[in-house]
């Protein structure tokens, strides 16, 4: 599968963005997809995961409550929406889908996007 992230931008802090990402291939739906995102000098960090199904969201506690991850597996299609957005939330945001295993928890992916830039500022 090949992942194209996009809809970063620069926001001021509590603003809202909704980050998008397109797959290709013909098995979307099987994937567990997820957003991680790195800032400077940082690791790259789990930010969200979506069941195949889209039914059962999973998120670190840094973004629980502010930010939404949904799918739409007609369209490919997988999104972030990051709401109340902090200074400390500015980084790269990657998506990620993997084909192997079912527990959201599990930060391992084997396919990645190219990140799209969230600059916060205060």
């Known amino acids: 599968v090949q992942l194209q992230a996009s809809g970063g931008g620069t926001v001021q802090a509590g603003g809202s963005l909704r980050l998008s990402c397109a797959a290709s291939?013909?098995?979307?739906?099987?994937?567990?997809m997820g957003w991680f995102r790195q800032a400077p000098g940082k690791e790259r960090e789990f930010v969200a995961a979506?069941?195949?199904?889209?039914?059962?969201?999973y998120y670190a506690d840094s973004v629980k409550g502010r930010f939404t991850i949904f799918r739409d597996n007609a369209r490919k299609m997988v999104y972030l929406q990051v709401s109340s957005l902090k200074p400390e939330d500015t980084a790269v945001y990657y998506c990620?889908?993997?084909?192997?295993?079912?527990?959201?928890?599990?930060?391992?992916?084997?396919?990645w996007g190219q990140g799209t830039q969230v600059t916060v500022s205060s």
């Open positions: 979506i069941s195949t199904s889209g039914a059962v969201p």
């Open positions: 990620g889908a993997r084909d192997w295993g079912r527990i959201l928890t599990i930060t391992q992916y084997n396919y």
């Open positions: 291939g013909r098995t979307f739906s099987s994937y567990i």
